[in-house]
């Protein structure tokens, strides 16, 4: 016990940081948040009102079936009839395959403590979707050329509230009844895809909402040391029925775990680990036909993936600053879809 105890100090001197029987309020340090990748990890006391400024921005590239990563040219399948490429029995990506995507993501986040143990929320986000694509030999172009898909604008919006079901000084149970808004277009059309010659509906990973209420039900649990902090979360996204277009998207399933340590009392560095599965849609878009390309298709939309997030928070003057980078470690993916490599994600807050 001596010798936990001397290495318990020698830890809080070396890092500048006094122990817990010092700050009354241990969650008041700079690793009172959880990383960045985490959403409603935290509550306000009655009448505190919080601005949260987030960027995100996700990068996709090369096509994936499974586990096995593919070429483009293998993506489009042998030249000649039949077009295109047979996964899972689907025969798909004649008219085009996707090459890599870039997902950038602005959120307006607003909360505010309507009691001690309930705190409200709304978070407004406005994505920005960026593909790039090879022709294939099914498209009225021709096969080989490139182009590159746009859309961006307003995309769903969240909001619920945060309920604190238990709490200490060194830990917090937290319950998420939250739920999002149908607010982002999904439905718009291109001709880059043909050159100019046809115009038809972006496919679903273009689209810039879900077009359902979604349910978004989550628990959470932080805890305090003397120097480090840690939690785990649960959180899904359940869509309610289906759109005006037939379908409606992926059940969503994360489950996050995270280690935060204070290298000072405003600076502290995290490690989070985060499992993530995604079912296969539900219903079609009947203008979205699964022969021209797999983005298309329904049942390629799931998978699973596991994504490490190596991040920093930073308290200075009243404002909050919290920044992770998150590669993906492992993916097992349905059917053929672009694989991930890496999101950026960071934030600005501040609470009065």
């Known amino acids: 016990m001596r010798l936990r105890s001397a290495v318990s100090t020698a830890c809080l001197l070396f890092f500048g940081i006094s122990a817990t029987a010092d700050h009354p309020n241990r969650k008041s340090l700079a690793d009172k948040h959880a990383p960045v990748g985490i959403v409603g990890d935290h509550l306000h006391s009655k009448g505190e009102w919080m601005v949260e400024y987030r960027y995100m921005v996700m990068s996709m590239e090369d096509n994936r079936i499974g586990e096995n990563s593919i070429s483009d040219q293998a993506a ?114 291109s001709t880059a895809p043909t050159d100019g010659l046809v115009s038809q509906p972006l496919p679903y990973p273009m689209r810039l909402g879900s077009g359902t209420f979604n349910a978004r039900p989550g628990m959470t649990w932080k805890y305090y040391r003397d120097w480090w902090s840690g939690g785990m979360q649960f959180q899904t996204d359940l869509p309610i029925g289906r759109n005006y277009r037939g379908y409606s998207v992926s059940d969503e399933f994360r489950f996050n775990s995270w280690t935060s340590v204070l290298l000072t009392e405003n600076w502290s560095v995290s490690l989070r680990g985060e499992h993530l599965w995604r079912t296969a849609y539900s219903g079609a878009d009947a203008a979205t036909p699964d022969l021209l390309i797999s983005t298309n298709v329904e049942s390629f939309r799931g998978g699973y993936w596991y994504n490490l997030g190596l991040g920093t928070q930073v308290m200075a003057a009243g404002h909050y600053f919290n920044v992770e980078f998150v590669p993906t470690i492992a993916q097992d993916l349905d059917g053929i879809q672009l694989e991930t490599d890496y999101s950026v994600i960071a934030s600005w807050s501040k609470a009065w």
Request: proline share 7%; hydrophobic share 35%; net charge negative.
């Open 76 to 189: 489009l399948g042998p030249v000649g009839p039949p077009p295109g490429i047979v996964v899972n029995g689907i025969q798909t990506n004649a008219g085009a395959t996707p090459t890599q995507m870039t997902m950038e993501m602005h959120m307006a986040h607003v909360m505010y403590g309507l009691t001690d143990d309930v705190t409200l929320y709304t978070m407004a986000m406005l994505p920005s979707l960026t593909m790039d694509h090879i022709r294939g030999d099914g498209n009225p172009a021709g096969r080989g050329g490139d182009f590159t898909t746009h859309n961006s604008g307003f995309g769903d919006t969240s909001m619920g509230a945060l309920l604190r079901l238990y709490s200490t000084e060194t830990q917090d149970f937290i319950f998420n009844l939250g739920c999002s808004i149908p607010t982002g277009d999904i439905y718009r059309e």
